[in-house]
């Protein structure tokens, strides 16, 4: 009986045992055809080729519908690594312009999944990109030698100008990390880095399609499957038109040949920018095709740094082109009023003429202060600002208020325009001069440069050029931005939303008035275009400790109707009406007029010949031929 019992028991244990072993194979077999990824792309390559179709990247206009960037074709050389046999390696290299070892290190960062992490051998690969059509052609006839190996077309950016490089931006193939953010791409694809091409590359890109072909066992392709209904066609990218005025651009650059700084010029009812120069700049096509590695390490290294937009990216002491600012902040907190008076000797003569001011009239109101740029006028209205208790409780208090003032008009943080790397500049707080002077009984006199612009204070020329335009439109301002118009859908709600300064509109028009009179009889004269249009403006000049001091200036025009505002910074360009007013004026009259007066000519001729490259930069550039020793130390 206990046999008995003890057989049965057997049977059942070596059963349940059959049964787990046959539910491990299953799970095992479960996994490998429907779990495992390598498996599937296995079995999947034995019959299907499925080929990336990529798609036109969308082509950018300026606002005139001149097209700046379109695209041609170019092609990439594919491998998939389980399909290769034996074929000559030297036929395969001379017909790819490239040698053993090149063939040798291209194969291994193929292969390496640090560098290319959706590495498998069982698909299509990325071994050699960028193409012309020459070495395409060369390659195809001879294909057929090279097993496991195949065309995959492209296209790549084509520039019909040889500015904008800094607006427009670069294409360049996607890094481990936005393929790590993005499981859209994958090693091979190109990804906008800077600029327009960056910012937009969402709209720009489109969407990348498939096509299924039918291998037979010895892997050569037969045709489509199931007569392409398993395809998907790509989706072109859109098209952008931009507010830039292309020829605008490029007159700007010719100005601004040999200097260092920016112009940027905002049509005031929109915010669009008409132009927006950075200088030095760089032909967009430097940065195509497989001179790119070489043509980008040269800009990088370059001691001007070209590949820096300073119209968002360089931050200056606006100087005097805050003022207009300043005066508004003062006239709306009731500090001072359109007859109120303040005398200058030369200076600001609380502090025994610190800082110091150029003869003009005196005392003065803000109108006139404006027209002269009296440095001592924004001295008292800044001390009378933060020392009046019977309106504000503290310093701290009537600071903050003067900072979000500040803010309102578009100071100290990024104005948000669509291109990347914006500075906020910087426009401090309360907090900040407390920690500073480790106390928070500081006062006006402690910080006065600020009054002036100078100082803590700083600016991009975005910021300056939306002040004019703030100015201009007596108020109010719109995000300046580059895009104009994208093809397929609405403009960002960002772009076309009001920003109020909070400051009545008399106020400005006072302010108006004042830069009004700065070009008909004070610091902006060089700028004075009447009987054609009448210029609003304001010169500055920002205290440099590594050189020479900034030119600058800022303005708008006509006065009743603006048009445009521009902001013009040249470093080490000295006085604002030195360099700054003239280069505003050509640009003034380029668009508003649509060309150069012959009486102008000469000026335009001598601000294009003018080379104003900091020593800071220039130092370690090498020497030009048949310069001696002794002309470079001069």
């Not at 392709?221 to 490029?250: M, N």
């Not at 610190?354 to 006139?368: D, E, T, V």
């Not at 000026?603 to 310069?627: A, D, F, G, H």
Request: net charge negative; hydrophobic share 35%.
């Amino acid at each position: 009986m206990n046999s008995r019992n003890t057989l049965a028991n057997r049977k059942k244990v070596i059963a349940v045992a059959a049964v787990i072993i046959a539910l491990i194979y299953l799970v095992q077999l479960f996994h490998l055809q429907l779990l495992s990824p390598e498996y599937r792309e296995y079995a999947d390559s034995n019959a299907f080729l499925r080929r990336t179709l990529y798609p036109a990247r969308g082509a950018i206009y300026d606002r005139d519908g001149n097209m700046l960037v379109y695209n041609r074709p170019t092609y990439d050389v594919m491998m998939v690594v389980r399909e290769m046999d034996q074929f000559d390696t030297l036929d395969f290299c001379r017909t790819l312009n490239i040698d053993i070892e090149q063939f040798k290190q291209l194969d291994a960062d193929m292969r390496d999944r640090r560098r290319n992490p959706g590495y498998s051998s069982y698909t299509p690969q990325l071994f050699l990109s960028q193409l012309n059509v020459k070495e395409y052609g060369l390659l195809q006839e001879k294909l057929y030698k090279f097993p496991g190996i195949y065309i995959q077309s492209r296209t790549e950016r084509q520039y019909n100008y040889s500015g904008m490089g800094l607006i427009l931006g670069y294409v360049a193939e996607v890094d481990k990390n936005r393929m790590a953010a993005d499981p859209y791409y994958v090693r091979g694809d190109y990804v906008g880095k800077s600029g327009i091409e960056l910012s937009h590359e969402e709209d720009l890109r489109g969407v990348k399609g498939v096509e299924v072909l039918l291998r037979d066992a010895h892997g050569r392709v037969q045709g489509r499957y199931e007569e392409g209904r398993h395809d998907k066609a790509p989706l072109s990218g859109s098209d952008l038109t931009l507010s830039i005025d292309v020829d605008l651009q490029a007159y700007g650059e010719q100005l601004m040949h040999n200097k260092v700084g920016s112009i940027v010029m905002i049509e005031p009812k929109t915010g669009e920018i008409l132009c927006m120069v950075s200088a030095p700049t760089y032909d967009p096509a430097m940065l195509t095709g497989k001179e790119f590695g070489a043509n980008y390490l040269s800009l990088e290294n370059n001691p001007y740094k070209p590949l820096i937009n300073r119209a968002i990216a360089g931050t200056y002491p606006p100087g005097s082109t805050f003022k207009p600012a300043q005066g508004l902040v003062f006239l709306q907190e009731d500090i001072i009023t359109q007859e109120s008076r303040y005398s200058c000797f030369g200076g600001y003569p609380p502090l025994g003429g610190r800082p110091a001011c150029h003869g003009h009239a005196s005392p003065l109101a803000i109108q006139y202060a404006l027209a002269t740029s009296c440095n001592s006028f924004f001295c008292y209205g800044l001390n009378g600002m933060l020392s009046n208790r019977s309106k504000y409780s503290s310093i701290g208090e009537a600071f903050d208020i003067w900072k979000d003032h500040m803010v309102k008009m578009g100071f100290g943080y990024p104005l948000g325009v669509d291109l990347p790397s914006e500075k906020r500049g910087f426009i401090p707080n309360s907090k900040f001069y407390s920690n500073v002077f480790k106390t928070e009984r500081w006062n006006a006199h402690n910080i006065i440069s600020i009054a002036i612009g100078q100082g803590e204070i700083l600016a991009t020329p975005l910021q300056i050029a939306n002040l004019g335009a703030l100015i201009a439109n007596r108020g109010y301002f719109y995000t300046p931005h580059v895009v104009k118009e994208i093809k397929g859908r609405e403009l960002d709600e960002a772009y076309t939303t009001r920003h109020e300064s909070g400051i009545n509109k008399a106020h400005f028009e006072l302010t108006v008035a004042g830069m009004a009179d700065a070009v008909t009889v004070g610091t902006c004269r060089g700028i004075n275009l009447e009987p054609f249009f009448e210029v609003c403006g304001k010169t500055g000049t920002a205290e440099n400790p590594h050189g020479d001091d900034h030119s600058l200036f800022m303005g708008f025009a006509p006065k009743d109707d603006p048009q445009v505002a521009i902001a013009v910074v040249v470093e080490n360009g000295r006085f604002g009406a030195s360099n700054a007013v003239p280069i505003a004026r050509l640009m003034m009259q380029q668009y508003l007029q649509g060309e150069i007066p012959e009486s102008d000519r000469w000026l335009e001729q001598s601000v294009i010949n003018r080379e104003i490259l900091p020593y800071v930069y220039t130092r370690n550039l090498p020497t030009r031929q048949n310069e001696t020793s002794n002309q470079e130390v001069e």
